[in-house]
């Protein structure tokens, strides 16, 4: 079945075989379920935003995935974890909204090998990708919104840590969430279970 116009999903819904080839937008609180033969071949396509979901068993669906990123202004208290929902490492590059043209914003890994938090900005650090399972710390000064655009992860994902006894911090690290489903969205260390 051919979708045949722009929509805003706005409530749960269920479409089975079919292909996306106008642009659908799951607005938070919505669920859209697809099941079937589905096809999506432009991430533009398929916009799942922050709060929606997307529930589906298609390899090799496109869809761009929002997350909103409440700025901290003056306080220093927004700091988000995330990772990637796309297939695969992606280029930091590659993530609108992501990278401002300011300087006011910090996106950190651990580095559990030199038990070092790095940040993207000091050159030193030289990391250009999100690795698919590994989670970042970001925080912006001002509101923005992240993007991800590319096939959607429905592969199984592993990540391994290393336990040295006499290294703090080792076999510690921030695991990703590779799937669009949004598990954390709050500010400080607090779990908000939205």
Known sequence: ?????????????????????????????????????????????????????????????KATLEKEIEGYGSTNEGWYTMSSPIKGNIEISSVDGLIPTSNNYDLYRYDEPTSIWQNVKDANNNFTTLDIGRGYLYANEYDVTLSFAGVINNETVSYELFKTDDIILSGFNLIGNPYSHNIYKGKGAAIDDE
């Open 1 to 61: 079945m051919e979708i045949p116009q722009t929509q805003t999903i706005v409530t749960n819904t269920t479409w089975e075989n079919v292909s996306l080839s106008n642009r659908i937008i799951v607005e938070k609180g919505a669920v859209l379920t697809l099941t079937g033969a589905v096809a999506c071949i432009d991430a533009a396509n398929l916009v799942i935003k922050d709060g929606g979901q997307l529930v589906h068993s298609a390899s090799g669906l």
